[in-house]
């Protein structure tokens, strides 16, 4: 069981990105998707959620307006892009996943993807 992302790196404030998560060894279709972060000596946070039910979707205030997930069940992929980027945005960014209507606890993270916003 593996999700890896992908697509973070540095740009400039103001500038997009398009992480990608991409899972293995499990179906996404039966899980909830999310992303957060974690900059430097701050807890870790929500950005985003997607649910496996009706792909109902949440972001945190600090972000809304300036990012969207996306699931593409068929490539077992969650997506994130995010527009308008601040340097108050750096951060690593993380994804996970959680089994819904789970028996036993079935919770994944990813390895994380470094995104920095320059000034």
């Known amino acids: 069981v593996q999700l890896v992302e992908s697509g973070g790196g540095l740009v400039q404030s103001g500038g997009s990105l398009r992480l990608s998560c991409a899972a293995s060894?499990?179906?996404?279709?039966?899980?909830?998707m999310s992303w957060h972060r974690q900059a430097p000596g701050k807890a870790r946070e929500l950005v985003a959620i997607?649910?496996?039910?009706?792909?109902?979707?949440n972001y945190a205030d600090s972000m809304k307006g300036r990012v969207s997930i996306s699931r593409d069940n068929a490539k077992n992929t969650v997506y994130l892009q995010m527009n308008s980027l601040k340097p108050v945005d750096t951060a690593v960014y993380y994804c996970?996943?959680?089994?819904?209507?789970?028996?036993?606890?079935?919770?994944?993270w990813g390895q994380g993807t470094q995104v920095t916003v320059s000034s």
């Open positions: 997607v649910r496996s039910t009706g792909g109902i979707t």
């Open positions: 060894g499990f179906t996404i279709s039966s899980y909830d």
């Open positions: 996970k996943a959680v089994r819904v209507r789970a028996i036993v606890d079935e919770t994944y």
